[in-house]
């Protein structure tokens, strides 16, 4: 079992900058895939971004490709996603997850935490 705890989100103007993080409790992540989700009102909820623990390969939605990066940091435990030139578009409630690397599916989330992005 695995739990996560995303960092609190918040309101940034369009153009600006934010860091999510998302802190597993888990003795170990070798072996999963940990991801960043979002959900804007009224739509599904949409992959962003997810790294592989254990090499570090990341995979980009084309909608942020160039202005997210996601990375982890092992002795913390934490992955984070890093969010530039954000603009309206980027305003959801975003999920981390986590899931083994076999898995096509993820199993554990967070709590979810709002970005909202004013123009």
């Known amino acids: 079992q695995v739990q996560l705890v995303e960092s609190a989100g918040g309101l940034v103007q369009a153009g600006g900058s934010l860091r999510l993080s998302c802190a597993a409790s888990?003795?170990?992540?070798?072996?999963?895939?940990m991801a960043w989700f979002r959900q804007a009102p009224g739509k599904e909820r949409e992959f962003v971004a997810s790294?592989?623990?254990?090499?570090?390969?990341?995979f980009y939605a084309d909608s942020v490709k160039g202005r997210f990066g996601i990375s982890r940091d092992s002795a913390k435990n934490t992955a984070y996603l890093q969010m530039n030139s954000l603009n309206a578009e980027d305003t959801a409630v975003y999920y981390c997850?986590?899931?083994?690397?076999?898995?096509?599916?993820?199993?554990?989330w967070g709590q979810g935490t709002q970005v909202t992005v004013s123009s």
């Open positions: 888990a003795r170990t992540l070798r072996g999963y895939r």
């Open positions: 790294i592989s623990w254990s090499h570090g390969t990341t």
């Open positions: 997850a986590a899931t083994l690397l076999a898995r096509d599916r993820y199993d554990f």
